[in-house]
């Protein structure tokens, strides 16, 4: 029982990790009623299945690697909570819940035994792939929308009225249509990230987490989170923030080209 029980942990804590996305950087404290109660129970049953683990094996500490891992993503889901009834604030939450989604992850699909996931076929490739390029999109949008941004401010500065420069719009719509684009970009990442954590973990195992692309693809997500978070409480507008949403593009180039040093995302023909 204890592997049911820690797979609907993993299951709650990839709930709380998505649902914490807008009430931490989206000003949605809405959403809190649903990430903080997800967050509990997934504590609850991480903590039946990691009790019950040691008692089938017979000792009181962890001693394998699966143990340990489970221990630590047990140990940091109780410091968010902890955080958090302490402070009041979930910020923390958008980087530890999805560690602790990750770190419980491994240890919950074990090979040679059955799953509660799907087995790995072409709907939950879209759905992964659709995802990210959602999100890579998203992204591209706010880019442009920054570079026009920028177009714009000059051509006000420079008091310039002419018909060329008239079709683009105000300088607060062109920032928000780039604000929202990556906060529409961010929860594309983080659920296409945890669905193809799933789907290789079933077929590849813990060394998926080794992979080059997959670590880069991590620092991608830890990058666009931070170009959110300095947006929003920098007022962060123009040229700089081009230079770092051309950053992050950067970060994503990179991750495309590690497919060729990658084993999960390269594909050859037979």
């Known amino acids: 029982m204890s592997l049911l029980w820690l797979r609907v942990a993993v299951l709650l804590y990839g709930v ?5 996305l807008p009430a931490a950087l989206y000003d949605r404290p809405r959403w809190r009623h649903v990430a903080i ?4 129970m997934a504590l609850l049953f991480h903590f039946v299945s990691f009790a019950e683990m040691l008692n089938a094996a017979h000792h009181s500490l962890p001693v394998d690697t699966h143990e340990t891992q489970s221990l630590l993503g047990l140990l940091l889901a109780s410091a968010f909570l ?10 923390l939450g958008v980087f530890v819940l999805p560690i602790c989604f990750l770190l419980c ?36 949008l706010s880019l442009l929308a920054s570079v026009l941004y920028l177009v714009q401010e000059r051509n006000l500065k420079s008091k310039h009225t002419s018909s060329g420069a008239a079709w683009l719009p105000p300088l607060e719509t062109t920032d928000q249509i780039a604000l929202k684009s990556l906060l529409f970009g961010l929860p594309c ?9 799933l789907l290789a973990q079933q077929t590849i195992g813990p060394s998926y987490f080794l992979d080059p692309k997959v670590l880069l693809s991590f620092a991608m997500w830890i990058a666009y989170v931070g170009m959110i978070y300095i947006r929003r409480h920098s007022g962060l507008r123009g040229r700089r923030a081009i230079y770092l949403s051309g950053f992050v593009l950067l970060v994503i180039l990179a991750v495309w080209s590690a497919n060729q040093f990658s084993v999960v995302h390269r594909f050859t023909t037979p």
């Open 189 to 197: 990442m983080t659920a296409g990230l945890l669905v193809g954590s």
């Open 37 to 40: 109660p997800a967050a509990v």
């Open 105 to 140: 992850l491994v240890p919950a699909v074990v090979p040679g035994q059955e799953t509660p996931f799907p087995e790995l076929h072409t709907g939950w490739i879209f759905l992964h792939i659709a995802l990210l390029l959602a999100a890579y999109a998203a992204l591209l």
């Open 16 to 20: 709380a990790a998505l649902a914490v």
């Open 82 to 91: 902890i955080a958090y009834w302490r402070y009041r604030t979930v910020s």
